[in-house]
């Protein structure tokens, strides 16, 4: 007999399933020739003694195996292995047959991008040491409670009808469970149809774009700006008019005169931390930029990436909490809550809105993923959601400050910037050298900055890149500002 314990290792602590292990490592020894066709294997018995497992495990692994096509389970007869094996046995090309195996263009015409900005296609060189644009650290969220959620909701009964296709707005739990959030946190009176779930806030920008926008459409954005939002409304056909920003945020009076010459369809607004420059619209501003949405009739995108995470006082409400007119569409995301890869963010807005902004969605991605917003939906029905944010706003705050502290002593007079009073960021400007040359100084030293040219979004080299803290421990902080320093003269 072959020796069966050594061909099918079992490892009783491993994550994959013991039935898996066995069917898997059956499979391996087929494939390799070792179990060849048509041989006898032992009875389900014999094999649960050789491998010191219970016998309903290895009737799983035989089980496995037959459904695949890999044994022949012969009754009164015994267990083979299959004559007729699933192996696809690739076709060998000659030289010629290769080089024309796939076309390296295509023989029609693409239209090309009005737009563009050179995209990563794979992930870029691992740093031990990375500086973010402003991310979260998700070495704290509670992504194992995520992923026992996301289970236990797999094996719910009442699952199965979110297991086929659904509505694009989202499921009805995660809805129920946003007007919740946003009336508590926010003071959004809303209902479910003023939701529209998307796969995190990107999503939604682009969905508001093609709602909203023709060929031509005037959009007033900030400069500088977050530079994905105006690339989307460039490549819906807008005409971007761009206003200056200051401490007190979006310059309003250079709105208005705006307003007083074209005909704006939209404006897209950061109020809460400006991207890129964190700076929050003052309370003043904001009302008059309410005011003037009324009476010329525009709608605001206020893009509320980071709502959550204010360390001076409380956060100001939203815009959309005081829209009484219908102009405001509020975009969120819970990725800068949890995990960038979580991917899930919402529109908030009008219902005839979200009616017309659901079909445009399921045009291009028929709904979301099932599963992890019902699983979500628990997660802040029990509280774990904002249990998460309390803790990790002291932490970001601890971090803000640090952070700020270092550049103050280690690069005082190198950088100019200003502390943020909230998000996971700071602005900072490099007045003594190209940041071209502290980057590629940086990677030699293990260090990666962010990619400092999506900030020149209106042609103009600011030299300044947001750098985030809030994924940084104190002791990573220290180690990437030592470095800076030695970038910068």
Not at 74 to 97: M, Y
């Amino acid at each position: 007999m072959l020796p069966y314990s050594k061909l099918i290792p079992v490892n009783k602590k491993a994550d994959t399933a013991v039935y898996l292990q066995i069917s898997n490592a059956f499979i391996k020894n087929i494939r390799r020739g070792i179990l060849k066709s048509g041989l006898k294997l032992p009875s389900s018995r014999v094999l649960a003694t050789l491998l010191h497992v219970n016998r309903n495990t290895i009737n799983a692994a035989l089980d496995e195996l037959q459904a695949q096509g890999w044994i022949d389970i012969q009754p009164r007869k015994g267990i083979f292995v299959a004559q007729n094996l699933p192996v696809v046995k690739p076709t060998i090309l000659s030289a010629d047959q290769i080089q024309s195996r796939y076309a390296s263009s295509t023989n029609y015409n693409i239209h090309p991008l009005k737009v563009s900005t050179p995209l990563a296609t794979m992930a870029p060189p691992y740093f031990k040491l990375y500086i973010d644009d402003g991310f979260p650290d998700t070495r704290l969220a509670p992504l194992d409670l995520l992923a026992r959620e996301i289970r236990r909701q797999a094996h719910l009964p009442a699952m199965r009808k979110y297991l086929t296709y659904g509505a694009p707005v989202g499921t009805g739990p995660l809805l129920e469970a946003l007007v919740n959030v946003l009336s508590e946190t926010r003071g959004l009176n809303v209902q479910p149809n003023n939701i529209l779930i998307t796969n995190g806030a990107q999503m939604g920008i682009y969905l508001v774009a093609r709602t909203l926008l023709q060929e031509g459409d005037q959009v007033i954005v900030t400069e500088p700006n977050y530079f994905s939002a105006n690339l989307t409304f460039q490549q819906a056909g807008a005409m971007l008019n761009r206003v200056p920003v200051d401490e007190n945020g979006m310059d309003i009076d250079a709105v208005e005169m705006i307003c007083k010459k074209k005909k704006i369809r939209l404006l897209y607004a950061v109020p809460h931390h400006h991207h890129p420059t964190t700076v929050t619209l003052s309370p003043e501003r904001r009302m008059r930029l309410l005011e003037l949405a009324a009476k010329y009739k525009f709608a605001i995108i206020e893009d509320d990436y980071d709502y959550e995470f204010h360390y001076t006082s409380n956060p100001i409400l939203p815009m959309a909490s005081l829209d009484n007119h219908g102009n405001v569409i509020y975009i969120g995301t819970l990725n800068k809550s949890l995990a960038p890869t979580i991917r899930v963010g919402f529109i908030v807005a009008p219902s005839n809105f979200i009616e017309i902004a659901a079909q445009m969605r399921r045009m291009i991605d028929f709904q979301g993923n099932a599963l992890l917003e019902n699983a979500l939906a628990e997660l802040y029905k029990n509280g774990t959601i904002m249990r998460h944010i309390n803790k990790v706003q002291k932490i970001y705050h601890e971090r803000r400050d640090h952070f700020c502290e270092l550049l103050s002593t280690k690069l005082a007079g190198r950088v100019e910037f200003h502390v943020p009073n909230g998000g996971m960021s700071v602005w900072t400007h490099f007045p003594t050298r190209p940041l071209e040359k502290i980057a590629e100084h940086a990677m030699q030293m293990g260090l990666r900055i962010p990619n400092y040219r999506t900030y020149n979004t209106g042609k103009v080299d600011y030299n300044s890149i947001r750098m985030g803290f809030a994924s940084l421990s104190l002791a990573e902080q220290d180690k990437a500002v030592d470095i800076l320093a030695a970038c910068v003269p």
